[in-house]
């Protein structure tokens, strides 16, 4: 079974269009299952309908036409128990109904089972018979599996808007794409995608008018190709093996006009241009040699595809496709990688970066919090989004909704330019006060501090509004160097951060790799990295690295009174006894060469991150060997909920605002007090509006966000009160779920005249 199943999916792959791809996916179920029928319905959510799409059995005429209400018939019976439902003698059924456009009067056994992808009922397919049985349980199994695996290819189609393949580079109708939002705001520019490969997995096929063109652009393409090879091969000399050799030989052999050239000119004379014929005629190649049983032919298909993507860049060069460099970046670039990283928005110009599109991650990844402190919009988790798509194109990104529009239209993009304005009104508006103190409506101050780590400057410089520094991620300046930097290098950087504001409190947390921070001189792989070797447990397994951290941290603080030391992810007390003890060596050795220059150092304040769930349990203990206590809110909600932040899959369940986690940040607050040590919130949860309102209404005083949030919370902070905030809290802790949390906040946002911070609009 499963090696028909792979026959089939990789079958239906090849065919662009969504509509031809199911037409002949019922074909094919038809035929291996050997029944009367097989039809698929595509659900419509907006009217509570399935359309037939695609039949084999019944009245192909009835395509497109027929609709079936979710509560309807067998079908929509389906949609409703999201389940297989199999019926020996269907037009008896209770739910039954006859729809006489498909002509199926001389069918009576059915079985149908739901397509869903992430919880979402995308459609239904269907098998019939003529004869009066129940399918069997093979039978049944199948279609389910079957349905399971065409649900992503059913999503990703219509993601890549394949039912549009018109030949204009640029969309003719816009096309909306839901992702994740990553960071909040509004950007409408150009999709830049930086040092894009060409690969055919990437292309999106799409037609052409000009056949000759693209015949003559393919042959170009090959004559190119056929001299790289050439010159590869000569270079090679004659000593290679002969399996390597055999592999050149296929090479040459599809380059010939008579092998691979023929059908895909042939596919060029069918309207579809050069490469968009190359992938159709290469990934049905490659489909069938994967499928072949024979280990050495399975390995041609790889073969096969390194040489189409060879001619596929000679193509894209041929054709003149645009590149991006820093030399020709646009003014409003929205930057667009598989995955966004700290060296990619550090070294792109800020000037023109207006917004971030990434196909992996999600709210809480790396690249959304980096996205968040830059102040620069973002949508993460576009899974099966081509990086073509998105590149050289229009594109509006709402970080609010997680919402990308591709191309809009000419009433569409003005209405976004409209909201764009709204948002930077607002935007002046906040900072024509962002002088002013955070002080409630009721008179309780608040401490606002700023996380900092990617560029120091900038973050410094905003910083002149906050009451000093809450979390200096010091791994930022690790990431975006080749090599582990010196005593030296460190000391320098962390100097000019101590001394440029030495009255405000700076903390820095030390080495905190692992997870979704990766350093590339020392790669770390683990099969599950999150709850692996990172943050203390990496830097006290190796102390070279923690003492020359630390050394350099209390050299920078030396004649100053204000560094204190964050160490990340503890998860027990012996974690915090051995910290202890390198940072007193490490104070001894410093104090020892600043006596012998008459300079005082000042033994730093020194705190752990309250991040793993473990630790709350033990806050009475801990408190007794550090000096404050610093709350990593995405850490700990991922661990508390056992939710990977980085995963767009499972992402719908990360939230800061679930009840439970709300309940340990509420417990946190309340035994801090009682055990007199200072508490502040470092994670992404102090720069939200909706979060701020709850951590203020806990107890919380104290919070540390990035810097482009300081100015906007500490508007929320001046048009709220205290007393209003903590009998909303009565409201909130009783909640069953995040998203009812989220409703009663935003409610009361919208009650204060705030409701522009945590949407699109005014």
Not at 363 to 388: E, K, Q
Not at 513 to 534: H, T
Request: glycine residues 6%; hydrophobic residues 40%.
């Amino acid at each position: 079974m499963l090696t028909i199943l792979k026959r089939i999916v990789q079958e239906v792959n090849q065919i662009p269009g969504l509509e031809p791809a199911l037409d002949r996916l019922a074909t094919l179920v038809k035929e291996t299952m050997k029944v009367d029928s097989c039809s698929i319905y595509l659900a419509d959510h907006k009217n509570q309908v399935l359309v037939m799409k695609a039949t084999d059995g019944l009245d192909k005429s009835a395509i497109n036409k027929v609709s079936v209400g979710f509560s309807e018939g067998l079908i929509g019976l389906v949609v409703q128990r999201e389940e297989p439902l199999n019926i020996e003698n269907a037009p008896i059924h209770p739910r039954f109904k006859h729809y006489p456009e498909v002509n199926e009067d001389a069918f009576f056994a059915f079985i149908g089972t739901p397509i869903i992808h992430q919880r979402k009922v995308l459609g239904v397919i269907s098998m019939q018979q003529k004869s009066i049985r129940r399918f069997s349980e093979d039978e049944e199994s199948f279609l389910v599996t079957l349905a399971t695996q065409i649900g992503l290819e059913i999503t990703n189609a219509e993601i890549r808007g394949v039912l549009d393949v018109n030949p204009d580079t640029n969309f003719n109708t816009h096309k909306s794409i839901n992702g994740l939002p990553g960071s909040p705001g509004l950007a409408l520019g150009k999709g830049v995608v930086l040092n894009m490969k060409h690969e055919l997995s990437q292309m999106v096929v799409r037609k052409t008018t000009d056949q000759k063109q693209e015949i003559s652009h393919y042959r170009q393409a090959v004559e190119l190709t056929r001299t790289q090879v050439a010159s590869l091969s000569d270079n090679l000399g004659d000593s290679l093996p002969e399996d390597v050799k055999a592999i050149f030989q296929l090479y040459h052999q599809l380059l010939d006009a008579n092998s691979l050239g023929r059908e895909v000119e042939q596919k060029i004379r069918e309207d579809w241009d050069a490469a968009s014929s190359l992938k159709l005629v290469v990934e049905s190649y490659a489909a069938r040699f994967a499928a072949m049983e024979d280990p050495y032919m399975q390995e041609r298909a790889v073969d096969i595809v390194d040489l189409a993507n060879r001619i596929l860049h000679n193509i894209m060069n041929a054709s003149g496709s645009p590149t991006n460099s820093d030399q020709n970046l646009p003014d409003n670039a929205i930057l667009v990688a598989s995955e966004v990283s700290a060296p990619m928005l550090a070294e792109f110009p800020s000037e023109k970066l207006k917004g971030i599109v990434s196909i992996r991650g999600s709210n809480n990844s790396h690249a959304a919090i980096l996205a968040r402190a830059m102040g620069v919009p973002a949508v993460m988790g576009m899974d099966g989004v081509p990086l073509s798509l998105l590149n050289h194109q229009e594109i509006f990104v709402d970080g609010y909704s997680g919402q990308v529009v591709l191309a809009p239209e000419e009433q569409a993009r003005a209405e976004f330019l409209h909201l764009i304005a709204e948002e930077e009104a607002l935007h002046k508006r906040i900072e024509s006060e962002a002088e002013q103190a955070a002080i409630t409506e009721d008179g309780v101050e608040m401490a606002l501090l700023v996380n900092a780590g990617l560029s120091a400057g900038l973050e410094m410089e905003q910083n002149k509004q906050g009451a000093g520094v809450g979390l200096y991620r010091t791994e930022i300046p690790f990431m975006l160097r080749e090599r582990f930097p010196s005593e030296q290098e460190q000391f320098e950087l962390y100097q000019s951060i101590l001394s440029a504001h030495p009255n405000k409190e700076m903390t820095m947390r030390t080495l905190d790799v692992g997870g979704d921070k990766p350093l590339s001189y020392f790669p770390i792989s683990e099969e599950n990295p999150f709850l692996g070797w990172r943050g203390i447990r990496l830097t006290l397994d190796h102390p070279e690295i923690f003492l020359v951290q630390v050394r350099a941290m209390l050299r920078a603080s030396i004649g100053l009174k204000n560094l204190h030391i964050l160490l990340p992810m503890i998860s027990n007390i012996n974690e915090i006894d051995e910290a202890n003890r390198l940072i007193k060596q490490a104070f001894d050795e410093v104090e020892e060469e600043a006596h012998k220059s008459q300079q005082k150092l000042f033994m730093p304040a020194v705190g752990v991150m309250l991040e793993v769930p473990a630790v709350i349990f033990q806050l009475e203990q801990i408190a007794e060997k550090v000096d404050f206590f610093s709350v990593g809110t995405n850490d700990l909600t991922q661990y508390l909920l056992a939710v990977d932040r980085n995963n767009s899959r499972v992402a719908q369940l990360y939230s800061s605002y679930h009840p439970s986690v709300l309940m340990a940040l509420n417990k946190i607050v309340q035994t801090s007090k009682r055990c007199n040590i200072p508490v502040t919130v470092c994670g992404e949860l102090a720069g939200e509006p909706k979060g701020v309102l709850i951590l203020m209404a806990m107890g919380y005083r104290k919070l540390s966000m990035n810097a482009h949030s300081l100015r906007k919370i500490n508007w929320v902070i001046r048009n709220v009160a205290i007393n209003e905030l903590e009998a909303l809290l009565d409201e909130i802790l009783p909640c069953e779920g995040p998203d009812e949390v989220k409703i009663i906040v935003d409610k009361y946002l919208e009650l204060k005249g705030l409701g522009g911070l945590v949407r699109a609009g005014s």
